[in-house]
């Protein structure tokens, strides 16, 4: 079936930390790939995506590459701030939902002390 | 307004009763999704339209879950009879077309709580 893995958290790092958060997927098919975030009090935002395989997406210093040979779209950031504390998101544009539906991992809590 | 618009922010119901949950997408957007997530998970995919047509419900969880969208625009999502396993936030979202890689906009959601 079509799922989204991603790491458990919560993860908590110090400022200025290098950051992964692992994201790996099942398809059957060729999906697009997405990190969202979920600030306290607010809505879903998309961070970034990637649409086909060896695509970066980037943005806010953040980053995750579509390797369709581990299914996988870890998402990095070099220098963490304690700003995006926030709970991050992967997901995929196979499942329900026609062409944009979205089928989301659970999301991992990430905590950054100053 | 500029952006996905949800209301009520907050619900709570007594088990048994109805709700409604309004949302009102971004103007011009044609496909219209609800999720609903419950505490400390993510998402899940509940129903899709494409302007009023409901295309994709197969995430209702049951038949006491209704959702319309009868003029392409503003869309409801209908709880009846509600449960205890119900209390979670209704998300809804908009985009502009049905094509991969299309931005996906977000509500703040739609927390219920039902007591």
């Known amino acids: 079936g079509n799922s989204v893995t991603q790491m458990e958290g919560p993860v908590t790092l110090s400022e200025e930390a290098f950051l992964t958060i692992n994201c790996t997927y099942t398809?059957?098919?060729?999906?697009?790939l997405f990190w969202y975030v979920q600030y306290p009090g607010e809505g879903l935002q998309l961070l970034l995506k990637a649409t086909k395989a060896d695509d970066k997406g980037s943005n806010k210093g953040f980053e995750a590459t579509y390797r369709k040979e581990t299914t996988s779209f870890h998402l990095e950031k070099g220098s963490v701030q304690v700003s995006d504390s926030a709970v991050y998101f992967c997901?995929?544009?196979?499942?329900?939902?026609?062409?944009?539906?979205?089928?989301f991992g659970k999301g991992t809590h990430l905590i950054i002390q100053p | 307004g500029a952006g996905v618009s949800q209301s009520p922010r907050y619900k709570v119901a007594k088990r048994g009763q109805d709700v409604a949950l309004r949302c009102d997408p971004i103007?011009?957007?044609?496909?219209l999704f609800w999720y609903q997530q419950a505490l400390g998970q993510g998402p899940e995919f509940l129903t899709y339209?494409?302007?009023?047509?409901?295309?994709?419900k197969s995430g209702l969880p049951s038949d006491r879950f209704f959702a319309e969208r009868p003029e392409g625009s503003v869309s409801t999502l209908k709880i009846q009879r509600t449960q205890q396993e119900d209390s979670a936030v209704y998300l809804c979202?908009?985009?502009?077309?049905?094509?991969?890689?299309?931005?996906?906009?977000f509500g703040e959601g739609s927390w219920l709580t039902v007591v």
């Open positions: 997901a995929h544009n196979l499942g329900g939902g026609g062409a944009d539906g979205l089928t």
């Open positions: 398809a059957t098919g060729y999906p697009s």
């Open positions: 339209f494409q302007n009023e047509a409901q295309l994709d």
């Open positions: 103007s011009g957007h044609v496909s």
């Open positions: 979202a908009s985009s502009l077309a049905g094509a991969p890689g299309n931005t996906i906009y």
